[in-house]
């Protein structure tokens, strides 16, 4: 086990430990990617917020939406309208299949 000693000497403390050194460094690196995040974070908020794309890629307008398709989920909505007026005004009768 004496070769894991010597590989691993630089992560060792040695004879004194340095608590606040660690402490330190831990927070040090800590509020440079906190400040990394903030930075990149309000960086693209303000890039989208001025409307500009985040990616060069330009493209065509795409159709966002069929019409056919549109009267096709209106129909759907309108019978389930139906239905459901028909149920709430009770021309369905309910049968209980256990009796």
């Known amino acids: ?22 402490w330190l460094t831990l927070l040090i690196f800590s509020a440079i ?6 930075i990149w974070n309000v960086y693209l908020f303000s890039k989208i917020a001025s409307g ?3 990616s060069g ?10 019409n056919a398709n549109l009267m096709k989920v209106e129909g759907v909505f309108k019978r389930r309208a139906i239905l459901e007026s ?3 005004s009770g021309d369905f009768a309910f049968t209980d ?3």
């Open 33 to 38: 990617l906190l400040a990394t995040s903030i």
């Open 57 to 66: 890629v330009t493209s065509a307008p795409v159709e966002v939406f069929d």
């Open 86 to 88: 028909g149920y709430e």
């Open 52 to 54: 500009e794309m985040l």
């Open 97 to 99: 299949p256990s009796r």
């Open 1 to 22: 086990m004496s070769f894991l000693k010597q590989d691993f000497k630089i992560f060792q403390y040695g004879e004194q430990t340095h608590p606040v050194r660690d």
